[in-house]
DNA sequence: TATGAATGAGCCTTCATTCAT
DNA sequence: AATGAATGAAGGCTCATTCAT
């Protein structure tokens, strides 16, 4: 399975690694070569340029993080529900991979205009999802019915990026799964009639 | 008094201006100096270095920030009104100059993690305020008795700075100060019992 | 024969075309085995490196190119004919492959010292050729009797050479076979006693 | 005098140096820096790249060259003397400056095309000269009256840089000045009637 | 013979900072 | 206090060549 592309993946993953350890300045395409173990030229064979390995790396790494959460959300009906699962996934998986965590809650916004613009491009279908399910609550008469999308969109998504940013650079000295109830139940307040 | 240093200003409005237009890794120090009409040499008579020059640009401009909402906020008693207020005033604040808003949501985000700590401890008289408001809120039994003061901080301000980073990303194609009636709703309702 | 080894020549044909197209620099190995349709390390079962395949190339090229002439100067007697003859070849030659014309006089003149020393061995048979033809003349009293013959070569295949580079340079506005007897006459007078 | 600009002209010296010693290929402008005892940085203050260090070496002391022989024709009135004064100055200041010969006759042709045309425009100055010659040649009867100027000066120019080249590349065994009565006689041969 | 994935040496340029004036 | 010319470290990328298959 993982033999398919298997450079391509070694890089990515040891792209994440060395940008976790070496911040996203300090993470020269040389050490990522290195501890991908691949010559530096080999890097070109698979990424145009090295702003590419990092949009791989978003594309890569949040597509199966959606995926999951898009997943788990199938096996409720009710928005509220399936809002609490989209939170606890959320939490779960950044707390699963610390070094993941690092690199794309901090170094990883770093980059310049015209990466993050792509990194927004590979959030949109994270967004679609909290739309989904804010439209189901509406529907459902378990939210206001009157509720300015985007704009909730925007209040779940600015919240929960921030609890787990605050937890990364507090270098996860608490547990963030637990955190989830307590925010389910504030942000079900906050979208209620 | 500050007008001993004008200097100093006038290389703060310039990064600001210079920033806005050529963006975080578009602006030289050699730039700053030109817009400032100073010799590159005299930028470092005022700052220890160019990473001392944006966290001053922070410093003075979210002093301003905090004083006027810190201030405005005195004028109501009710947690609620006063947490109105700071969505009011942020907003606005933001509106009324877009240069600076760019700056310090989009651009100044891409500086590195020694900065964007340094940037957190100018934050911090901020969430200082929000925490303020919200324990008089639990007091004076408008909010829930048992919140997690962070944990709502951390909703608060991620709400309002993901609906800002979207209002200056979207080009400000919309009026911000008239969410603030929804959002306070929203955020109100998130924490009460 | 040379059927036996036809890679070889598909190759050197390859290069021609490349380095025609996207001059000498912008003529990797890579593009030049695409355009044969053989693989990156086929080229180097004929050729012992990049500088091989130019160096065979003017080989080949320049080997057709003196022989053409060498022939048709046989059909002549008088030195001065053979000169008119060797003149109006060269031009024609020249001339009937373009895309050969723009690589022997523009592209492969970028090539550094080493390949150009040799290019320089393979025109020494017409610079001998050259050499004859004067040694001729002297002989026939068509010419001065005292001609230092490294000189006058100098002097016809500088001419002959500058006029042809034009001719390239200008993109082939004009006809440079027309050019010959005028030429010619020019030669032949400064030759004369 | 040449206190003026003398960084910008301790860089061109020092190109032509390294050049005529390491060849085109072998000359990164770290070599050229450290010879004109400057910094790397310090090169990109007076040039906008490496190709504008060459482009300037050669506008230059093409200028110079240039300027001695049209100063030195103005001296004489009769257009046979006056090719007989541009022969023997060409070949003088070639032979005074091994090195600039060198790289002018030999390395600067290996740059890329874009270079390659730069150069033929600060060439055209020399070509107008010439033309100027087979001008007043022709009205003063001493040449013939229908030359083809542009084949005229292709020849002149093709004859002095062939002989010049193979000087050059012969390692200058022989004086080349002594060359010039031999060349310039038939040259005029060439162009009388 | 033929392939083509992998290699890794090599270099131009930028720009924050210094320091002689 | 102010200047601005000079510094020099640092890194992304290309491409000729190799070698396991």
Redesign the pocket.
């Known amino acids: 399975m993982k033999n398919q592309k298997p450079?391509y993946h070694q890089i990515i993953e040891a792209a994440v690694k060395v940008i976790a350890e070496n911040g996203y300045h300090g993470s020269?395409?040389?050490k990522i070569a290195k501890e991908a173990n691949?010559?530096?030229?080999?890097i070109?064979?698979y990424f145009k340029?090295?702003e590419h390995i990092l949009v791989s790396l978003f594309e890569v790494k949040m597509g199966e993080f959606i995926n999951q959460i898009a997943k788990a959300i199938e096996e409720s009906d009710a928005a509220s529900d399936q809002l609490y699962t989209l939170i606890k996934m959320h939490f779960r998986q950044i707390s699963s991979d610390y070094y993941l965590a690092i690199v794309t809650q901090l170094e990883l916004r770093q980059s310049n205009i015209s990466l993050r613009l792509q990194i927004n491009q590979v959030l949109k279908p994270y967004l679609t999802v909290i739309d989904g399910i804010i439209q189901k609550g509406m529907e459902q008469h378990q939210f206001g019915k009157d509720l300015n999308i985007p704009l909730v969109r925007q209040m779940i998504f600015g919240t929960l990026d921030e609890i787990v940013t605050n937890w990364v650079m507090k270098e996860q000295k608490y547990n963030l799964v637990e955190m989830a109830p307590e925010v389910h139940r504030m942000l079900v307040n906050a979208l209620s009639k």
Do not use: C, E, I, P
Not at 38 to 42: K, L, N
């Open positions: 450079k020269q395409v040389s691949v010559a530096d030229g080999t070109y064979l340029n090295k």
